[in-house]
């Protein structure tokens, strides 16, 4: 079973700095998924990566998938409050059916 | 509005009385499934189905049963429940395997005493 590594596990900063979150894998990923928890309540995506070296853009959020496909990383830039929350990568694994997830970085952005 | 709904969000029982957690999806939806998720171990998976009537165990399916006889429905039993069972429960679902992201549901959080 592959095992998904995040980075940091915590991360505390003042409104408007930015921020970088990793998660990284042994192995090559088939596709990534970057998701957002509040305390409370389920997922929800924020975006899917499949292609090596592919970056994606959600507002002040930009998502970077690795060359070789074996990291991802999430930049925040301007963090504002409701930024807060459990960001968690998760891979597809495939025709197990399985949604393998990292344990997350635990976000907290302060006024 | 498109949404996984499961019920009910918070659930105290007794160890060995049977229960159900329901889930349920308007998206016409292939693929369920049912993860756990507990402190320092994160989101573990129970149970998925492909379709109707296919089902298959995730990484902790003991103590569990799935059924899938309509598209839309995916209940997760547990037919005697145990403390370490205790958790918070989440229902997702997506159009297919694949890379085309989860909808989860809200959440169920279960304590067995």
């Known amino acids: 079973t592959q095992l998904l590594e995040q980075s940091p596990q915590f991360l505390s900063i003042q409104e408007g700095e930015n921020l970088t979150v990793y998660c990284n894998s042994s192995?090559?990923?088939?596709?990534l998924q970057w998701y957002r928890q509040e305390p409370g309540e389920g997922p929800v995506l924020l975006v899917t990566v499949v292609t090596g070296g592919e970056v994606k853009k959600l507002k002040r959020l930009t998502f970077q998938f690795g060359d070789a496909r074996k990291d991802s990383s999430l930049h925040i830039t301007a963090a504002q409050p409701g930024d807060t929350g459990l960001y968690l990568c998760?891979?597809?694994?495939?025709?197990?059916?399985?949604?393998?997830f990292g344990k997350g970085t635990k976000l907290s952005v302060k006024p | 509005e498109a949404q996984v709904t499961q019920n009910p969000r918070y659930l105290i029982t007794v160890t060995g009385k049977k229960l159900t957690v329901t889930c349920s999806q308007n998206?016409?939806?292939?693929?369920m499934s049912w993860y756990r998720q507990d402190p320092g171990l994160g989101l573990r998976q129970i149970y998925y189905s492909m379709n109707v009537e296919v089902t298959d165990k995730g990484d902790v399916p003991e103590g569990y049963k799935v059924s899938r006889k309509e598209k839309r429905n995916f209940p997760l039993i547990l037919e005697s429940p145990s403390p370490n069972q205790t958790s918070l429960y989440f229902c997702a679902s997506s159009p297919q395997l694949g890379p085309y992201g989860y909808t989860f549901g809200s959440g169920t959080r279960l304590t067995v005493v």
């Open positions: 998760a891979e597809d694994g495939g025709s197990q059916g399985n949604l393998i």
């Open positions: 192995s090559v990923f088939s596709s």
């Open positions: 998206m016409n939806h292939e693929y």
